[in-house]
């Protein structure tokens, strides 16, 4: 059984970029979440996947957007890089909802964002 | 008011020692609590789940107060390789976002 797994797993761009983070689900994982860890903070929630639609989203404006695919990958856009936008960006997949049941969620080692 | 919030630290630990820190959340209406390890610039790893009786695992116990809204993580006979972040992470509802707490520093010392 594959973990999560993303790439790259580092990355540098100029401020005003656009950059592209993908995400590789455990198997039998069909919701992906992405967070956001600036250094010295907890994880912040970006958006949560959901069979290809977007299930939930925290406070971050519209550049920055995402896709799933069929395969239960997923991919983090982020347009007009800015300098806070530095940070380590992790990837975590779950298996499929269970109404009383919450699994805890397995991350993959994470995009670590450079914006200079 | 932060949603969960914990004392960043560090907790400076001797080796085989207890130690033990606290976690408050917000939202009563809470469902699922966790505790989450992390390493320096490593990603995030599932420590254990919380459960609303409590509950151990090896030298870890974790409590849940839900009248107070907080939970607890207990570390026995610290050891070094426990060093790390100490993340405590709250779900509202089942399948929906992870709200993480900023993490506790432990360093256990010989």
């Known amino acids: 059984e594959t973990g999560v797994t993303q790439s790259p797993t580092h990355l540098i761009k100029t401020r005003g970029q656009q950059v592209t983070l993908r995400c590789s689900s455990q198997?039998?994982?069909?919701?992906v979440s992405w967070y956001q860890q600036a250094l010295g903070q907890g994880p912040q929630f970006i958006f949560q996947?959901?069979?290809?639609?977007?299930?939930g989203r925290g406070n971050f404006p519209p550049r920055f957007s995402g896709l799933q695919f069929p395969n239960y990958s997923s991919e983090l856009n982020v347009n007009a890089l800015e300098l806070d936008d530095s940070a380590l960006y992790l990837c975590?997949?779950?298996?499929?909802?269970?109404?009383?049941?919450?699994?805890?969620?397995?991350f993959g080692s994470g995009t670590r964002l450079t914006v200079v | 008011r932060k949603e969960v919030e914990q004392d960043p630290g560090p907790f400076n630990v001797p080796e085989g020692a207890t130690v033990a820190f606290n976690c408050t959340y917000s939202n009563s209406a809470s469902q699922s609590f966790f505790w989450y390890r992390q390493d320096c610039r490593k990603e995030p790893k599932l420590l254990m789940s919380?459960?609303?009786s409590g509950n151990e695992d090896g030298r870890f116990t974790a409590q849940l107060n839900r009248a107070s809204q907080y939970i607890s993580l207990l570390i026995r006979d610290s050891k070094l390789s426990d060093s790390a972040t100490y993340l405590c992470v709250v779900n509202w509802a089942a399948g929906n976002k992870l709200t993480f707490g900023g993490g506790t520093r432990v360093l256990v010392k010989p």
């Open positions: 198997s039998g994982h069909n919701t």
């Open positions: 996947y959901y069979r290809e639609e977007e299930n």
């Open positions: 975590a997949s779950s298996p499929p909802v269970h109404p009383k049941v919450n699994y805890g969620y397995t």
């Open positions: 919380v459960y609303s």
